[in-house]
């Protein structure tokens, strides 16, 4: 997916489905996480006894609506990092058009605080996103 450096094919499941037969709006947010898991894993996850990242911030734009025979593909990348903080930006695709747009915070902390995101992680970022920030 172009601009993206990660996405992920995403296969919608019957339970995935509200009343009116599309996708729940609820069920975005799970889309999404799996693309955000996905990015997470191209980081080398060396840090963790460090500390975390917590989604401080999530919010969606459902342009069309998605149904259980669409392939759907979800792309992921980082469009700003802070002192702690960074967002991240996705596109859902469904049948190769654009269903969805999506923003999340994500927050680093340490010791349950937040705290300084650590050059290394940043540093994996910028390299994943060809580009510094």
Do not use: C
């Amino acid at each position: 997916m172009e601009g993206f450096p990660v996405s992920v094919p995403i296969q919608v499941r019957f339970r995935d489905l509200d009343a009116l037969g599309h996708v729940n709006n609820a069920v975005y947010l799970t889309y999404f996480e799996v693309a955000r898991a996905a990015y997470f894993q191209r980081l080398e996850r060396d840090w963790v006894e460090k500390g975390h990242f917590i989604l401080a911030r999530a919010e969606v734009d459902f342009l069309k609506p998605v149904f259980l025979e669409d392939p759907v593909e979800v792309g992921v990348r980082v469009v700003r990092i802070g002192r702690s903080s960074f967002d991240m930006e996705y596109l859902l695709l469904a049948r190769g058009e654009e269903a969805a747009r999506g923003k999340t915070v994500q927050v680093w902390l340490e010791g349950g605080r937040p705290a300084p995101l650590p050059p290394v992680i940043r540093g994996r970022i910028e390299a994943l996103e060809g580009r510094s920030f």
